[in-house]
């Protein structure tokens, strides 16, 4: 079971790092996204890592802003968000791919999601 959490209220302008865990999963043998729902919209990609070769994919949204990690001791993955912008707010979720074995932006690729976590910008 996956659990997203690190999600939050802040600022524009500010920071924020979630975290993926999962205790069932062994997170370095697959990829993992973070994907976030904007209100009204489907499911957005934002980013993935391949935990297996330390490859990192970003969305154009939010390339330079966000970067994934992944801390194997830990079995989690990390998504530290900077210059936290008002449309970035909505719920992320983080995901597991453990049937592909190249990384997809596609949501239908991830056979198991967690529950998410909200993360508010506002002043």
């Known amino acids: 079971q996956l659990q997203a959490s690190g999600g939050g209220l802040v600022q524009p302008g500010g920071s924020l790092r979630l975290s993926c865990s999962g205790p069932?999963?062994?997170?370095?043998?697959?990829?993992i996204g973070w994907f976030r729902r904007p209100p009204g919209k489907g499911r957005e990609w934002i980013s993935s890592v391949d935990v297996e070769d330390d490859s990192t994919y970003y969305a154009d949204t939010v390339k330079g802003r966000f970067t994934i990690s992944e801390d194997n001791a830990k079995n989690t993955v990390h998504l530290q968000m900077n210059n936290l912008k008002p449309e970035d707010t909505t719920i992320y979720y983080c995901?597991?791919?453990?049937?592909?074995?190249?990384?997809?932006?596609?949501?239908?690729?991830?056979?198991?999601w967690g529950r998410g976590t909200q993360v508010t910008v506002s002043s």
């Open positions: 069932g999963f062994t997170l370095e043998d697959y990829i």
């Open positions: 995901a597991v791919d453990t049937t592909g074995s190249s990384f997809s932006s596609s949501a239908s690729a991830y056979n198991y």
